[in-house]
């Protein structure tokens, strides 16, 4: 789910933390990104927040977190197009 408010875009991630290395990947529309802090004193929620502002060279945050280690992200300033480019999904 993608979509576009206010100048910014805004989609879900599911997270893996505590994983052994840091990957980003889509599969089927679905953005998946593992990072390698775990999820305790918002450890992990920091390296998303990190990993994705380097990522999108854009300032990011978690705008919600909802259950599963399901995230609704913020990418500020980002159009959805742009946005899918950089993820590798100018074609969907």
Same mark, same amino acid.
């Given at each position: 789910m993608f979509r576009e408010r206010d100048g910014d875009t805004l989609f879900?991630?599911?997270? !893996?933390?505590?994983?052994?290395?840091? $990957?980003? !990947?889509?599969? +089927? %529309?679905?953005?998946?990104? $593992?990072?390698?802090?775990p999820p305790v004193k918002n450890q992990a929620n920091r390296e998303i927040i990190r990993l994705l502002s380097e990522f999108f060279d854009v300032p990011v945050e978690i705008e919600k977190s909802m259950p599963g280690y399901r995230k609704l992200i913020r990418? !500020?300033?980002?159009?959805?197009? @742009?946005?899918? !480019? +950089?993820? %590798?999904?100018? @074609?969907?």
């Amino acid at each position: 789910m993608f979509r576009e408010r206010d100048g910014d875009t805004l989609f879900e991630l599911t997270v !893996k933390p505590g994983s052994g290395r840091v $990957s980003l !990947k889509v599969k +089927k %529309g679905i953005v998946h990104l $593992s990072v390698t802090n775990p999820p305790v004193k918002n450890q992990a929620n920091r390296e998303i927040i990190r990993l994705l502002s380097e990522f999108f060279d854009v300032p990011v945050e978690i705008e919600k977190s909802m259950p599963g280690y399901r995230k609704l992200i913020r990418v !500020k300033g980002l159009s959805m197009s @742009d946005l899918k !480019k +950089k993820l %590798g999904m100018a @074609d969907e």
